[in-house]
C-alpha cells in the first residue's frame, strides 16, 4: 500500500510537546489524556493528537480525523 502522505509531508505538522498552555486536554483518536511533554502534531485545522495515534492516519487519509478537513 502506498502511503497518501509521505513522510516529509506529514512532518510539515510540526510536533510540539504537550503542555498546560495548550488547553487541548485528549487525543481523539486513543481518547487518552496528554500527558506534559508528550509529543503531539497540530494539523492545519487546529487539532491535536499523539504523533504515534495521528501519523498512520496521515499515511492513509488526506483528511483529519476529527473534521475530515482535507490536509
Known amino acids: 500500500h502506498i502511503p497518501?502522505?509521505?513522510?516529509?509531508q506529514i512532518e510539515t505538522f510540526f510536533p510540539t510537546?504537550?503542555?498546560d498552555e495548550t488547553h487541548i486536554a485528549?487525543?481523539?483518536?486513543?481518547?487518552?489524556?496528554?500527558?506534559?511533554?508528550?509529543?503531539i502534531r497540530l494539523l492545519k485545522c487546529c487539532h491535536y493528537f499523539h504523533v504515534p495515534c495521528?501519523?498512520?492516519?496521515?499515511?492513509?487519509?488526506t483528511t483529519?480525523?476529527?473534521?475530515?478537513?482535507?490536509?
Open 26 to 39: 485528549v487525543c481523539s483518536v486513543c481518547l487518552d489524556d496528554f500527558g506534559l511533554c508528550q509529543k
Open 17 to 19: 510537546q504537550y503542555s
Open 54 to 61: 495521528i501519523d498512520p492516519w496521515l499515511y492513509t487519509n
Open 64 to 71: 483529519c480525523p476529527t473534521c475530515r478537513m482535507e490536509i
Open 4 to 8: 497518501v502522505l509521505s513522510s516529509t
